[in-house]
């Protein structure tokens, strides 16, 4: 394969993760600094602008950490679905969330308190409403109208890849799909579920809960161990979850001869 593409590949899997903390780091400074600016809850008359610039920092970019580490555990780790993230998500965000605002505003405010109940109750529904915006958000971009040409899949239509790629894999990350092909690698917003609906045609197979894979991709097969492991094209390795050793195994080698 040429190295050019590999190298493209790598580099594409490379400045994704950055790309997403500066857009996380980005929301927050831009949260802060109109907190900041507008002062509200009485803020801007209680506090002066530095100590504002202080308290604000520490609510938002607290509640952002928050926010994230339980978004990446129920999407990523668990792969819950947007709704059941929703839920689960702003219940646990506003346990844990909001013990601590109540000790921030303790330490600032020591003349005055809020109440666990009413807050409790308002960071949850303000969590809901972040994660509907996301929801709706999800719904105008992963549903695209998309036309069939000759001889490409529905699927493939989809991609920025030329016409001619080759598909080798995808694998779910979070709400978003890694589509990787023999000409470089890309990031859809669609689910997975979705997804395979789309590559039923193609010779392919499910190897994991979150991974699937073109019979084209696979250049080597390994089981060690009871345990199956496959390298793509692009020498990347995945490996089958136990429930589809088997079938992976099977589908792999037939005509194969790995």
Partial sequence: MDERILQLARRERIT???????????????????????????????LSFITRIGYWGVVVLSASIIMLGVQVILAKVL????WHEALIGSLIFATLYVPL???INGWVFT?????????????????LLI????????LNMAVTPVKVGKNI?????????PPNSILWAIMAEDHYIRVITSTGEEMILMRFSDALSEVVDIDGIQIHRSIWIARAGVKQIVRESGKLTLTLQNDQKVSASRGFTKAAHDFVTKQTNM
């Fill in 16 to 46: 994704k993760l950055p790309t997403y903390i500066i857009g996380w780091v980005g929301g927050s400074v831009i949260a802060i600094t109109l907190c900041v600016l507008i002062g509200p809850f009485g803020t801007d008359n209680s």
């Fill in 79 to 82: 792969g819950l679905k947007l």
């Fill in 101 to 103: 605002l109540i000790l």
């Fill in 111 to 127: 003349e005055t308190s809020i109440a666990f109940g009413s807050t409790f109750v308002s960071v949850f529904v303000i969590s």
């Fill in 131 to 138: 994660y509907s915006v996301v929801w709706l958000a999800h």
């Fill in 153 to 161: 899949s529905v699927f493939q239509r989809r991609l920025s890849q």
